[in-house]
């Protein structure tokens, strides 16, 4: 039984946990001047949305090992400084896998 009551806890840490992280994304994300493409697509890291987001348009992506090519779309759109853009790719991979694992752990 007790088991079975720390499963609601549990699940709530990682919706907070991930709510905290979709924060961070869209704050880092509008440091870099984004299109309203991505203003969109950011906006869809709103609390009500994250979940089916992440379940919807994420995890085929890194499932099927896009997510290079997925950041390197948002990277059209964002306005990053030459010397500071494998760094801002390789954060925006990390964030989208980090999303996607976070949900799928148990």
């Known amino acids: 039984m ?3 009551s720390l499963t609601p806890k549990v699940a709530l840490a ?10 961070n994304f869209k704050n880092y994300i509008t ?12 906006s869809k890291f709103e609390k ?3 979940i089916p987001t992440i ?10 090992k896009m997510t290079l090519v997925a950041s390197n779309d948002l990277m059209k759109e964002l306005q990053v400084p ?3 853009k494998d760094e801002v790719q390789k954060k925006i ?3 989208l896998e980090m999303f996607v694992e976070v949900l799928l752990s148990k």
């Open 2 to 4: 007790a088991s079975s």
């Open 14 to 23: 990682k919706q907070d946990f991930l709510e905290t992280k979709a924060t």
């Open 31 to 42: 440091g870099f001047n984004p299109s309203s493409k991505v203003l969109d697509f950011i």
């Open 48 to 50: 009500d949305q994250l």
């Open 55 to 64: 379940a919807t348009n994420l995890i085929p992506i890194v499932t099927s």
């Open 82 to 84: 030459d010397e500071k």
């Open 93 to 95: 991979c990390a964030y």
